[in-house]
């Protein structure tokens, strides 16, 4: 007596893949033409331009980078850096031109002469997160528009000096709505008064 075994779902499923990819493998398809022919221009926008003379190299599978020094690397002063200051109270004008030199290749003068004094004022709050900016517009922007920027680069130090006219003009008197203000100290507030 031969016995038959049902066929599941499955099984029949599978039969029948097999049976289809046995047909279709045999059948070729005819390529055929395309409706217009890339011409030369077409071809040319997907590649992308690159100025004459300039040298590249392959970098990667897919990336062509341009091969040469950066702008910020032949002036050392246009890198573009971006700084906060660490330590926010007591932190001098001396100390954040230090910090912001630390890495740029440049180094601070000696702190003697003129120099000293805006070296010991206090840093404002405004400055004690500078950029993204210029190493350049950073350095001058601690020191402020009165002590000009002064770079050597042969020796690659930074020094400032105060402008011929800060020397010489006095501070303008502070006036108040009722008129001109009394030279009279001004006193602290304690903490406890009301």
Not at 31 to 55: D, F
Not at 146 to 157: M, S
């Amino acid at each position: 007596m031969v016995r038959t075994v049902p066929m599941t779902d499955s099984i029949r499923c599978a039969l029948l893949l097999a049976g289809a990819a046995l047909v279709t493998g045999c059948t070729t398809i005819k390529p055929t033409a395309p409706a217009t022919a890339p011409t030369v221009t077409e071809t040319s926008q997907t590649t992308p331009a690159l100025e004459p003379g300039v040298p590249v190299m392959r970098y990667g599978r897919y990336a062509l980078v341009e091969v040469g020094v950066t702008p910020s690397q032949r002036d050392l002063m246009e890198q573009i850096i971006d700084v906060t200051m660490p330590g926010a109270d007591g932190t001098t004008v001396g100390d954040a031109l230090r910090y912001v030199l630390r890495r740029s290749g440049y180094r601070l003068c000696n702190d003697s002469g003129p120099i000293s004094a805006l070296l010991r004022w206090p840093l404002p709050a405004a400055d004690l997160h500078l950029g993204p900016i210029t190493l350049r517009d950073a350095l001058q922007t601690l020191a402020g528009d009165a002590w000009p920027l002064a770079v050597d680069d042969a020796t690659r130090t930074v020094c400032f000096a105060p402008a011929s006219d800060a020397l010489h003009r006095p501070a303008a008197p502070v006036t108040t709505p009722d008129g001109p203000a009394s030279n009279t100290a001004i006193t602290p507030v304690s903490e406890n008064s009301p």
